[in-house]
Structures are given as structure tokens and as C-alpha cells.
């Protein structure tokens, strides 16, 4: 039986919880007590039982109780060292700061006595070793300004608790209704095990004879989770396997909303009589809210995910802010009936061949078709030759379609089995720091507010895809639990959702179709690149970010393991952010676009971008196979285009 057990998780979870130790036949406790913040509110509900009797009416309360929800609980199980059998004693405790309520709860004793606190504003209720380090902690919060877990660099908070664990034994989770940071002993006594939830799941159930926890009982959430316990508690049968790990001693976690958001070991800890400078906050400042750039694509081919690192969480694993261009952009005035501008500078130049062959059993006789093959041309992207011909014969009239796209409609009255659409275009692509509109200290923030007007001309990219109410209230409080781990920063909202996309679905072709929605890829944690960008699309226009689909091309690299992506077209998503304009998010390779990206076409979903589609009006066809080749080759790494 564990003394300590902590849960987060992104959105509320409304677990049963069996006291098992109280039962006929089992030794009973000193007493138990669980705290939780319903309704994700700063408020916390306690339910404690000092020297608990057999068959206790609380305990069948806590495993029933379907208003027992929140996403984040904090379990103790006492065995009492000092202090009387009392409500005082019995843990979590509960402390109001910072317009917050607090929760501690500890397993170990402390060998020497800590003493008392000099400010009065934290002095001790109860006469237990716990509720003392509990004053120290927020006593020394306090003196330093810091109102909140988010505010305290981690590294300092590791050696906060890394002082007090020189008086005793330190198995610790704090929380502040927000973040719950979890420390492990030193000296390895006892000690702190975390599991990383993550969906899919249908049953998670674990515990041993004197507890058990059933977090599916009352219905399974595709939610992602961090559990932490003083015991790694086996799965029951039927559950997802359990995956504790131990955390080394001295260490320190920061979970927010089921996400590891910083672990700090002994070897990365600032001693705590160093006090931070002004630029080491600048720097944890910027760690924690730095805007994130472009990486190379990564292979998703197979099922196993890279482990969430232990950084501060809204700086996106694996992402880095690019480089400034080394060579001044001058700003141009983009010309509709002019191929390329005077002058601009690029990085990338490619040239991208895309084939597209179908073949019948029986001729066609008549039909007709759209296509969408001819690369953006913008004041990011220049279009510098294209040329797209077709195997037969037929009336084509180029027009820019109501998403601005170049598009091209063929009708085809020559008999055909085969038809092969062909597209050559070479493109170079500008190289800019995506995330340069970020002012320092200037955030935008969820909810966005548009003008009338605004929200007029929007409104094709603010409406989600059409799913039962059931669903999308789902898809809401997820992607709200994405607002509220980020603080309600817009920017590092949406690359936290990029990243879990990108981190915690697993790339897997012929597991989905057209028809799919986003709700079975949230489901399911599974797709291609297509159904990663309509959940994107989907969770950012729930939450009033416009979202628009973008298809187009990337270049992977030579021989690189993720090639399959270059040999067809790809897909990603574009939000519009105020006063910025449209920025590309691959949710597929877990990056801002730059320039690897080669747009396209772009529209509401997939069908207003689709490269080609056609429709057969006299003709049977028989049976249809296609066939697509896409090929993307650099010319050159950096010049200027004149």
C-alpha cells in the first residue's frame, strides 16, 4: 500500500477509488484523506478520516462519489510517526496563497525537527513533521515574490527541497491546483515512481491488496496522464499495462494538465544559496514561453514515440528557433501577372516533379476533372517555372479559385483507359524566422477577439467539421486542457497541440480514410498526415483559432527513412494569428513551416485543396487504379533568385 499517490491529468477525470485497507480482515491506517480541485477552480476539496473504523462510510463515498471530479488528486494514506490520530494531522494538507489553494502531502519522517517559521502567515495547524516543511516551503515562496509553482524556477525549487531533505526523509508532491511537482528522497529512502499515461485505452485499473484505483470505471477518455506513487502499483486484469519508472534519487518533476513539464536531478541543480539573476529569470522566462521554429522531418513510421524530455514544457521537445537569414530580406510588392520579383533573397530552391496516372478496364469516354498543381507564389514562396501537361487530349481554362489557389479545368471528350497528369515546377522557398512577430513581453491570448468584419471574412475557418455534440464537447475540454497548461498563450497553445500530435499519435498509412474524423483520430491516436492537420484544424477552431488546410510538398532530406512523405503530397495546417497572418503547422513532423514546405493549395479541408479530381460523365471505366509519384529535389542551398 502506497503512502503517497498523485494524479494529473489533461481535462477532468472522476476516478473510483477503493480503500481496500479498510475492509473486514485488513490492517487499518492512522487515517487517509484525498484533495482534489473540482471544476479546475483554485479551490480545493479535502475529504480526510483521522483513525478510520472498519467498513468506514467515507471510504464508499470516494469510491462511488461520481462528483469526484477533477484532473488533478492528491492520495494519503498515513502512518502515523508524529503527532495525534486528528484531523490536523492527517494529510494532504491544505494552505491558501497566492490566491490559491495548496496541497502537500509527504512520506517519510523528518529525523531533526524543522523550526517554525518566523512569518506568521505560515505557522502550523497541526504538530506533524509534514506540516512544518509545508510553512518552510511556502514561507520561502513568499520571501522570494514567487506566487505560484509556474513562477519558482525548477531548479531552485529541487534544492529547496533538496535543503530540507538534509533533516529527514523527503518523498514529497506540492501542489497548487495547477502544477503538481513531485520530489524524490535523496538518500533513497522510500522513494517516487511516475507513469506516463497515454491513450489509447480503454481500461486502467491498478492497485494492490489494500487499494485499488479504477480511472475508467465511469467511462474512458482518450486523456493523456502523469501518475506518481511512493509504490509501483501493478495493473488489474483487463487494464493498460503499467509503466513505472523509478525517478533517481534527489530528483525533481513538474506535471501540468498530464504532462511532464521539467525534471530536475542533482547533476542540473543551482544550489539553493545561489540566488537567481535577472537573466537567469529572463532565461527561464523564455524557456518556458519560447516560440519554437523548424526541425527536420522525423520518421514516423514506427509505433514506439520518442519520451516526453524533462524541459519546461512550452518550449516543444525537439524544437529550435532557426537562425536569422544572413542576408537582409528588402520587402517586395507581389505582382499577379509577373512570374518572380525583381529580387528577393531565398535559402532552398527545389524542383518537384508530381505524377498522377489512372488507369481503366473499360474507356472513358467523356469526363472531366480539377487540378491544383501549381505552387503558391508569394512573398514567401516564388513560383519560378511550372508546367503541367496531361496523356490526352482535351479543353482546359485556368482560373484562381475562391481560396486563391491557381486552379486548372479539363474536359477530356477523347476516348481514354489511361490517363497521366503531370506537374514540373521549380520553387524556391524564402528563409525567415517563423515566430519573428513574438515582441518580447507581448502575448496573445485564448480567447482571441476579432472584429465584426474580421470574424465575417474568417468564418469558413472558424467553423469545426460537423460531429456529434457528444464529441466535439470532447475535443473542447481536450484542447482546452492545451489553453490551460500553457497559460492561455496562444502561440504556446498551439505548439503544444503541434507537439502532442507530433509526440503521442503514431504515424500508421491504411488505418484511415477520407471519411475519417478528427474525433476517431483524438480516439484512435493513430493516422497519416492528412488526419493529423484535421484534428489541428479541428481542436484550433474549437478553441476560435481560424485554421485553414494547406497541401503542398516537403523535402526530407536525401535517403531519408521518412521518404515516403516526399513521394506524395503532404498535408499540414495554417492558423491565421492577429496582426501576423498565416502561419503553417506540420502536426505530422511536429514543426513550424519554413523552408522544407512547398504550399500548393489551400481551403477549408481537404476537398478545396485536393491536387486532383475529376468526375466521369459517360463511360463506365470498369475498374480504376492510380498511381501518384512525387518527387522533391534540391537545386541549390542558398543563392538569390534574380
Not at 494514506?77 to 503527532?83: H, K, L, Q, S
Not at 492545451?482 to 502561440?491: C, M, W
Not at 510538398?553 to 527513412?561: E, F, L, Q
Request: net charge negative; hydrophobic share 35%; proline share 9%.
Amino acid at each position: 500500500m502506497p503512502n503517497l499517490l498523485a494524479m494529473s491529468f489533461e481535462g477532468e477525470l472522476a476516478p473510483s477509488l477503493d480503500l481496500v485497507c479498510l475492509h473486514a480482515g485488513h490492517k487499518l491506517p492512522d487515517g487517509w484523506g484525498i484533495g482534489y480541485y473540482p471544476g479546475g477552480e483554485p479551490s480545493a476539496v479535502v475529504l480526510k478520516e483521522p483513525a478510520p473504523p472498519e467498513g468506514s462510510i467515507r471510504s464508499e463515498l470516494v469510491k462511488a462519489w461520481e462528483h469526484l471530479a477533477s484532473s488533478l488528486f492528491v492520495l494519503h494514506i498515513r502512518t502515523a510517526t508524529w503527532g495525534g490520530l486528528s484531523d490536523a494531522n492527517t494529510q494532504p494538507f491544505s494552505r491558501s496563497f497566492g490566491g490559491r489553494d495548496w496541497l502537500i502531502a509527504h512520506a517519510g519522517s523528518m529525523e531533526t525537527r524543522l523550526p517554525t517559521p518566523i512569518d506568521v502567515r505560515f505557522e502550523p495547524v497541526g504538530s506533524t513533521d509534514t506540516e512544518l516543511l509545508f510553512c518552510h516551503l511556502l514561507h520561502r515562496a513568499a520571501e522570494r515574490g514567487f506566487r505560484s509553482i509556474g513562477d519558482i524556477p525548477p531548479e531552485e525549487l529541487r534544492a529547496w527541497f533538496a535543503g530540507l531533505n538534509a533533516s529527514g526523509s523527503v518523498n514529497v508532491v506540492l501542489t497548487d491546483g495547477r502544477d503538481l511537482c513531485a520530489y524524490s528522497d535523496a538518500m533513497g529512502q522510500g522513494g517516487m515512481y511516475l507513469w506516463q499515461v497515454l491513450p489509447p485505452y480503454d481500461s486502467i485499473s491498478f492497485g494492490d491488496q489494500d487499494l485499488i484505483i479504477d480511472l475508467t470505471r465511469r467511462g474512458a477518455k482518450s486523456r493523456k496522464g502523469v501518475l506518481l506513487s511512493t509504490e509501483p502499483l501493478p495493473e488489474r486484469p483487463g487494464s493498460l499495462p503499467a509503466r513505472w519508472k523509478q525517478l533517481p534519487p534527489g530528483t525533481l518533476v513538474v506535471v501540468r494538465q498530464g504532462a511532464v513539464c521539467a525534471e530536475v536531478g542533482p547533476s542540473s541543480a543551482r544550489p539553493s544559496t545561489v540566488a537567481p539573476t535577472p537573466a537567469d529569470l529572463a532565461a527561464a522566462a523564455n524557456n518556458t514561453n519560447a516560440a519554437a521554429g523548424i526541425t527536420a522531418p522525423i520518421n514516423r513510421t514506427g509505433p514506439g514515440l520518442p519520451p516526453l524530455p524533462g524541459i519546461l514544457f512550452a518550449a516543444p521537445p525537439g524544437i529550435t528557433v532557426p537562425p536569422k537569414p544572413a542576408i537582409e530580406i528588402d520587402t517586395w510588392i507581389f505582382r499577379p501577372n509577373k512570374v518572380k520579383p525583381p529580387s528577393i533573397a531565398t535559402s532552398k530552391r527545389f524542383r518537384v516533379y508530381h505524377r498522377t496516372a489512372y488507369r481503366y478496364s473499360k474507356a472513358i469516354e467523356r469526363s472531366t476533372h480539377q487540378l491544383r498543381l501549381v505552387p503558391a507564389h508569394d512573398r514567401l514562396q516564388t513560383l519560378i517555372e511550372n508546367e503541367v501537361t496531361l496523356s490526352v487530349d482535351g479543353k482546359m481554362r485556368d482560373y484562381s479559385d475562391v481560396f486563391g489557389n491557381t486552379a486548372r479545368r479539363v474536359l477530356l471528350e477523347t476516348p481514354y483507359t489511361e490517363l497521366v497528369i503531370e506537374s514540373k515546377s521549380i520553387v524556391a522557398t524564402l528563409d525567415t524566422d517563423p515566430v519573428a512577430f513574438r515582441v518580447p513581453h507581448a502575448r496573445s491570448t485564448i480567447p482571441l477577439v476579432w472584429m465584426p468584419w474580421q470574424r465575417q471574412v474568417l468564418e469558413p475557418f472558424l467553423l469545426p467539421v460537423e460531429l456529434p455534440e457528444s464529441e466535439l464537447q470532447e475535443l473542447v475540454e481536450y484542447g482546452m486542457s492545451f489553453v490551460t497548461r500553457n497559460g492561455s498563450d496562444l502561440l504556446d497553445t498551439l505548439l503544444d497541440i503541434n507537439n502532442s500530435i507530433f509526440r503521442e499519435y503514431e504515424y500508421r498509412q491504411g488505418t484511415t480514410r477520407l471519411s475519417t474524423t478528427p474525433f476517431d483520430v483524438y480516439v484512435t491516436r493513430r493516422g497519416v498526415c492528412q488526419d493529423f492537420t484535421n484534428l489541428f484544424i479541428c481542436l484550433a477552431r474549437l478553441l476560435g483559432v481560424p485554421a485553414r488546410y494547406t497541401c503542398g510538398y516537403i523535402y526530407t532530406g536525401p535517403k531519408h527513412a521518412n521518404q515516403r512523405q516526399a513521394e506524395a503530397s503532404h498535408a499540414w495546417a495554417q492558423v491565421y494569428l492577429p496582426e501576423v497572418g498565416w502561419i503553417g503547422f506540420d502536426p505530422t513532423n511536429g514543426c513550424i513551416t519554413q523552408t522544407d514546405h512547398i504550399r500548393v493549395a489551400v481551403g477549408r479541408n481537404y476537398r478545396d485543396a485536393t491536387p486532383t479530381s475529376g468526375t466521369i460523365y459517360v463511360g463506365g471505366g470498369g475498374t480504376e487504379t492510380l498511381e501518384v509519384e512525387v518527387r522533391v529535389e534540391p537545386l541549390q542551398n542558398e543563392g538569390t533568385v534574380q
